[in-house]
Nanobody, 124 residues
């Protein structure tokens, strides 16, 4: 069974940093496009960042320059380093994967596998 498990969320003050991790199990995601999305209360799920197997990246304008997506192929893990956090970054963050494409996508419908989410709260 394929699983994506996020970790690293928590409470942080404005201007602080967090690193989210997403560990994949059940299959190898070395060739998959990996993405991060987030969803705030009463809001739609929003694209944050994505990375291809050859490390092409795509970021939402709202996080560009502050967030960095990366991956460790040996650990089958993708990371989201979040710096200079703002109150509006507060959301549940989800990891997603699509092993059948080679292009990044900002559309949630293009991802086949999802984690359960991890809460990030940025306090002012």
């Amino acid at each position: 069974q394929v699983q994506l498990v996020e970790s690293g969320g928590g409470l942080v003050q404005v201007g602080g940093s967090l690193r989210l991790s997403c560990a994949a199990s059940g299959r190898t995601f070395g060739s998959a496009v990996m993405g991060w999305f987030r969803q705030a209360p009463a809001e739609d799920r929003e694209f944050v960042a994505a990375m291809t197997a050859i490390t092409n990246t795509l970021y939402a304008d709202s996080v560009k320059g502050r967030f960095t997506i990366s991956r460790d192929y040996a650990k089958n893990t993708v990371y989201l380093q979040m710096n200079s956090l703002k109150a509006e970054d507060t959301a549940v963050y989800y990891c997603a994967a699509n092993p059948t494409t080679f292009s990044t996508s900002r559309y949630a419908t293009n991802y086949n596998y999802w984690g359960q989410g991890t809460q990030v709260t940025v306090s002012s």
